[in-house]
């Protein structure tokens, strides 16, 4: 059974699609609780990975390793750790809960809606969940085409635009990857003698500083994209605004956290000493679009924009995190990416329903919502607070530890990020005063209804999941040390050689003995 939970996890999603099928699509009930049904069934098999899980080891986990296509050296080959574990139970829970979200709000084509949703979510657990490049590059194609559709089909105005733009970003991305994958496969049959595309195979390939320099390179601008860093991120705010709202909560709750994965998984341990040399730009790349985001954030006239730039803002915190190749640093940056996940997915969630009221997002047609929807405004105050970081919530465990990691890499990175928290502040307050506070002036507000029970449960586990996160961390971190060490591992392999490359080791050894000698004493003295 340990060997076929991950292929089943994987690919229930996959069945629902074919239930689906099956299904007159004037049958549009019936449509929607037959994928929640397969959303729900995915995320409690996902679940008993937890119970199986041994949170010590530091190798892969659940793995299923079968001979593919063999003439090739190509194998299907899944597993975990405990950073995907995470990863993949965050897909299977904002799946399911993007799928309840839907109920009022997909108005037309309904069977290719929810057929893209299941499809995508098979997308996101492969690419988890792979451990062959191969693979892994099939299901990270295979998640845009669903993601696609959901914008071109069921997003807003200038859908069309946004789509294409999301998929030209990713696919320049997409064929550099491939074209590094090439690379690599023909390298390791010339050092070798035989094709493969297993990554543990792969990794740990003695490989010259300039050619892993390259590779990073490739590897990394598709993760970068994908995150996204500044200045590749103008695809997110299009893609946000004018996806559907279960698109939106997907797209930032997941897909985002692909390219972290990427880097966790593929850049990092396989190119070690590129690591080192690629620190220093993707440091300053991440505290730019920390403070970027966040003061592009604080200019938008509409909600779901202004959640799309602090997105970017958030992300630029993940991306410093991991690169502090330190403990506090990349336990934190995993976190906050499950951290985020939850409480930017739960912001769109929340835009979502007030969209769905007055099919309207701006700023300025709102004001004085807390008296007409204080349950409402209630649950959009605890997320605002979670996204803020403020302690308690589960995004001030996550900010605190990246910020501790990089005061330790960098003190001078961690003060410009720290601004990015106050100006987080700013912006997410004043939206809301200018949301929720004061009188109602619209009299098109005057009418609107507080939150029904389908969207209290939406809702619900979200916030418990703050809390429990923001209160009690400790459960998660301890899951995450054994596989965040390993990395930790798998890059100090590169150090030595970037050192004498840039002449640290003989600064570093003149240093010691200077200091020594400074330090002996004359013979005969205490």
Not at 64 to 75: A, C, D, L, S
Not at 183 to 193: A, D, E, K, S
Not at 324 to 349: D, E, P, R, V, Y
Request: glycine share 8%; aromatic share 12%.
């Amino acid at each position: 059974m340990d060997n076929m939970i991950l292929t089943i996890i994987t690919f229930l999603p996959v069945l629902g699609v074919l239930a689906i099928l099956l299904i007159p699509k004037e049958q549009v009930v019936s449509i929607r609780h037959t994928t929640l049904f397969f959303t729900l069934v995915t995320f409690v098999a996902s679940l008993c990975l937890i119970f199986r899980f041994d949170p010590v080891a530091t190798g892969m986990q659940f793995e299923v390793n079968i001979p593919w296509i063999e003439q090739f050296g190509i194998g299907y080959h899944l597993g975990i750790d405990s950073i995907s574990l995470l990863l993949i139970l965050l897909t299977t829970f904002l799946t399911a809960i993007a799928t309840l979200s839907t109920f009022k709000a997909v108005e037309h084509s309904h069977r290719g809606f929810y057929i893209s949703i299941l499809l995508l979510e098979t997308g996101m657990l492969g690419v988890f969940a792979a451990l062959d490049l191969f693979m892994f590059y099939v299901f990270w194609e295979i998640m845009l085409v669903p993601m696609y559709f959901l914008i071109g089909i069921w997003g807003g105005t200038r859908r069309i635009y946004a789509a294409i733009k999301f998929v030209l970003f990713t696919m320049i991305g997409s064929l550099l990857m491939l074209v590094a994958i090439l690379v690599i496969y023909f390298q390791y049959h010339g050092l070798n003698g035989e094709f493969t595309t297993d990554l543990i195979k792969l990794t740990g390939m003695p490989l010259a500083r300039d050619m892993q320099m390259w590779l990073f390179a490739a590897f990394g601008l598709a993760f970068i994209i994908k995150v996204p860093m500044w200045p590749f991120h103008t695809w997110l705010p299009d893609a946000h605004v004018e996806a559907p709202t279960a698109g939106s909560v997907i797209l930032a709750g997941v897909l985002l956290k692909m390219g972290v994965y990427g880097f966790l998984r593929f850049c990092l341990p396989m190119f070690p000493i590129a690591t080192f040399e690629f620190i220093p730009i993707i440091s300053i790349l991440a505290v730019i679009g920390i403070i970027y985001g966040a003061l592009v954030a604080m200019v938008q006239k509409d909600i779901k924009s202004l959640v799309a730039f602090s997105s970017v803002s958030h992300m630029g915190f993940i991306m410093l995190g991991m690169m502090t190749l330190n403990l506090q640093g990349m336990q934190g940056s995993i976190l906050q990416m499950i951290n985020h996940g939850i409480s930017t997915g739960a912001l769109f969630l929340l835009v979502g329903m007030i969209y769905e009221r007055r099919h309207t997002r701006m700023i300025s047609e709102y004001g004085g919502l807390a008296s007409q929807m204080p349950v409402y405004s209630t649950f959009f105050m605890i997320v605002l607070l979670s996204s803020i970081g403020v302690p308690g919530t589960n995004g001030f465990v996550g900010e605190f530890l990246i910020l501790l990691g990089a005061w330790k890499f960098n003190a001078v990175y961690a003060i410009l990020a720290a601004t990015g928290v106050v100006f987080a502040a700013c912006y997410m307050l004043w939206m809301y005063q200018r949301v929720f506070y004061g009188k109602v002036t619209n009299p098109a507000n005057q009418t609107l209804t507080d939150m029904s029970l389908r969207e209290k449960i939406v809702l619900v586990p979200l916030i418990i999941l703050i809390f429990w996160i923001g209160v009690y961390p400790k459960p998660l971190l301890n899951l995450l040390e054994p596989s965040v060490k390993a990395v930790m591992a798998q890059v100090e392999v590169g150090r030595a050689e970037y050192n004498a490359y840039h002449g640290i080791v003989e600064s570093v050894a003149s240093e010691i003995e200077l200091s020594d000698a400074e330090n002996v004493k004359p013979e005969g003295t205490e």
